[in-house]
């Protein structure tokens, strides 16, 4: 279980109103895409759910819960860029959440802790595409190996909720359709409830189970102020996604995902592909 509830949530940065009585709720496992005019307000959103922002007025609930008020690894988050750090290599970029979360001030790992630890690390790089890798610093890898660098670091933790904020946006074309098809594996595998803001229709139309879009409804200069942006489409993608679940209606537009090693027998209980 890991659904988002966001109740007439409002931010505002003094007198700026940047969000206005926004209300969505995201159903476990769902994919959501977030999309709107620049300055709209998406990435507030992301972070507020990610609890870098607090709302100024409203509630955001998880699994029921109020949303501890600072990131935690329920919520794993992959950025544009800087996701990763530039002075770690692969394995410690990967290896950080698991030595943070064990030994906070010292974030190390020690024994059998640590080689269970890179074990899991080793095994979940080579899931995105990385073995091979694990010795390099980012600055020795493409755009889009950082990008499967910041997913297998965000992933390590298993989080309950995976927030994306324009996470492929600066990758070439065709590495974008290959992250895209890691991407929607890793959702199915690991069921995560995905919120992604992105500017790239195509790109939410692939991807998300749900398309929301944010928008202010008056837009004059003189109101930009004094009116948030709220949601004013929603649109459900058909035939319905859902993590862990191939569609009965057709594949996917993108065709089939392949599998870079994880059995999925699982995951399709009808034996298609994913
Ligand atoms: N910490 C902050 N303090 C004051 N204003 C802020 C802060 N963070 C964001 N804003 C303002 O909130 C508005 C929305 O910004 P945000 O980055 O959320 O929009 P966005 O929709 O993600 O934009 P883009 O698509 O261009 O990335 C902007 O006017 C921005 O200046």
Redesign the pocket.
């Known amino acids: 279980m890991s659904e988002l509830k966001i109740e007439r949530v409002w931010?505002e940065?003094?007198d700026?109103i940047?969000?206005e009585n926004v209300s969505l709720t995201v159903a476990s496992r769902a994919f959501v895409a977030l999309v709107?005019?620049?300055?709209?307000?998406?990435?507030?959103?992301?972070?507020m759910l990610l609890g870098q922002?607090q709302p100024t007025k409203g509630k955001i609930l998880l699994d029921g819960e109020p949303l501890p008020s600072e990131p935690g690894p329920d919520r794993g988050v992959v950025f544009q860029r800087y996701s990763v750090f530039p002075h770690l290599t692969v394995l410690g970029n990967v290896l950080l959440g698991k030595e943070f979360s064990a030994a906070r001030y010292k974030a190390r790992l020690f024994g059998a802790a640590r080689r269970n630890a890179i074990e899991e690390a080793r095994e979940l790089i080579a899931e995105v595409g990385l073995a091979g890798s694990e010795r390099k610093y980012p600055a020795q890898l493409s755009g889009g190996m950082q990008q499967r660098l910041a997913l297998a670091q965000a992933l390590i933790m298993k989080p309950k909720v995976l927030l994306l904020?324009?996470p492929f946006g600066a990758l070439d074309p065709g590495i974008r359709a290959e992250v895209h098809t890691l991407m929607k594996r890793l959702w199915h595998e690991t069921q995560m409830t995905v919120v992604m803001?992105t500017?790239d229709m195509r790109e939410a139309f692939t991807l998300a189970s749900r398309v929301v879009a944010?928008e202010r409804r008056r837009d004059r200069p003189e109101e930009k102020e004094r009116y948030g942006?709220t949601i004013t489409k929603d649109i459900s993608i058909w035939p319905p996604r859902l993590a862990g679940q191939s569609s009965i209606f057709s594949p996917d537009r993108d065709g089939p995902v392949a599998s870079l090693g994880h059995s999925r027998d699982d995951l399709a209980p009808s034996g298609e592909t994913l």
């Open positions: 931010k940065y003094g700026q940047v969000l709107g005019p620049s300055g709209c307000g998406k990435t507030t959103f992301l972070r922002e904020d324009e803001v500017h944010f942006a």
